[in-house]
């Protein structure tokens, strides 16, 4: 296990900064390369398929980053958080979409050209080309899926259907590559370009299982997660506690998120996120689940002795990023979970927490929070009412009056969606720093 309690870095490179510099060197780099190898490589056909096959490059290259982002690399994870990798995701995943259509609209235009033929000749020509064919697929694969990912669309589905969909873009990653390996001229243009070109895909790729496959497969494994408690903490909330092998050896801290399973008593594909509402503490592992769905809601019948299938930890909500001796803990409704953790790594002294809740029977572990809050020598606000009801609590002037010296602290937020947004913003509006600034959205997609 990792050292628990909470140290506050001083003179070292925070590790945001270390995690985006080491990306965006790594992006850089391959950049030169493949533009280097574009380059000496040769033209196409004609100057039309010269600009599509430089789209097309960076296409792969995109596909590939992509993976990298999903991989769930904990080095990665615990430095950027999943929900802001999730968000640089999507808009790889927009500009992913743009970069392929363009490199297959130039296409048809350059062997149109080539040809002296209409483009829906050339079109038409061309899918029954299986090189081609499979090209096309994959692009139109990557429009259904970024169509379904838009906003307004998304927010219509159910999590279950759009994750199904995009499921399919490992279905049009792999026409992808097989289109690479029968068009790809600029990484065929020589034995150093061949082993980049398979050395990068292989590292995508082995990023990708070993993130996502490998490491969930062998923890569990070695693990073996059984649920030991279920505990109602009111009547649409329960808690699930639950142990394992070795559990002193999972490298889990307190504000992260495990994704769970309970495949004995749900359907295997049903995994849901929830954060460690207590300090992970190498026997067990708590969740606190609000009911929303069927999932939530079925927590509490979950048998004790159920295995587990966990999947995790993930998440940066931790006090790996503290930066100050001082906190402010801001949670809403039952994204207290997280911050209930981690008030177990506080140091004695200087933290406040401020709890955002309907009304107080609301309030989800609100004895077991105040009774740590006590002990630290801390503050607890409890912030009751509804959203439009009174002075609404998350305005700058209100976060000053409450706590005065919030610019002086690390200020870690945990809610909804919406919420967390709306504090955001007053915490940029008061000019807190941005490294102080910690928040977990209860919402990833
Ligand atoms: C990082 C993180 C930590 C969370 N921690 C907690 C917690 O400690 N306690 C708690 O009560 N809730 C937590 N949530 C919210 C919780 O995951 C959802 O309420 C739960 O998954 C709902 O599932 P359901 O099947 O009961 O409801 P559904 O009706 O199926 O889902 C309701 C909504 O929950 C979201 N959701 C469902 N499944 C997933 C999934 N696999 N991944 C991402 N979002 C999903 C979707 O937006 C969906 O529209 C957390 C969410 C995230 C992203």
Known sequence: MEATSTQVRQGTIPPVVAARWALWTFVIVNLVIVEVLFLTAGTGK??????????????????????????????????????????????????LLWTLLTHAVLV?????????ASMTKTFVALAGVPASLFGMLAAAIVAVVAAVSARQVRR??????WHGVHLLLYLALGLAFV?????????????????????????????????????????????RFEVVAVVPE???????????????????????????????????????????SAAPDGRTLRLTAKAVGSTSAGLRHVPVGTRAFVEGPYGAFTSLHRTRPGALLIAGGVGITPVRALLEEEPAGDVVVLYRVRSEDDAVLVDEVRTLVAGLGGRLHLLTGRRGEGSPPFEPESLRALVPDITERDVYVCGPPAMTSAVLSALHRLKVPHLQVHAERFGLA
Not at 244 to 266: K, T, V
């Open 156 to 161: 219509r589905l159910r999590y279950e259907t």
């Open 46 to 95: 004609n100057g039309v398929l010269t600009v599509a096959k430089f789209f097309g490059l960076h296409a792969a290259v995109l596909m590939m980053f992509q993976l990298l982002l999903v991989a769930r690399l904990p080095w990665l994870d615990r430095r950027i958080g999943m929900d802001r990798l999730t968000v640089w995701h999507r808009w790889v995943g927009f500009t």
């Open 234 to 276: 009111s009547d649409d909330v329960v808690s699930v506690r639950v142990t394992g092998r070795h559990l002193d050896r999972l490298p889990a801290r307190a504000g992260q998120f495990c994704i769970w399973r309970f495949p004995g008593h749900n359907h295997w594909w049903l995994a849901n996120p929830f954060s460690l």
């Open 108 to 116: 048809v235009l350059g062997y149109a050209r080539l040809d002296d």
């Open 179 to 223: 289109h690479q390996l029968q068009e790809t001229t600029t990484f065929s243009s020589s034995a150093p370009a061949v082993i980049y070109w398979w050395a990068l895909w292989l590292f995508a790729f082995g990023a990708l299982v070993t993130g996502r496959i490998v490491m969930p497969l062998w923890r569990n494994a070695y693990h």
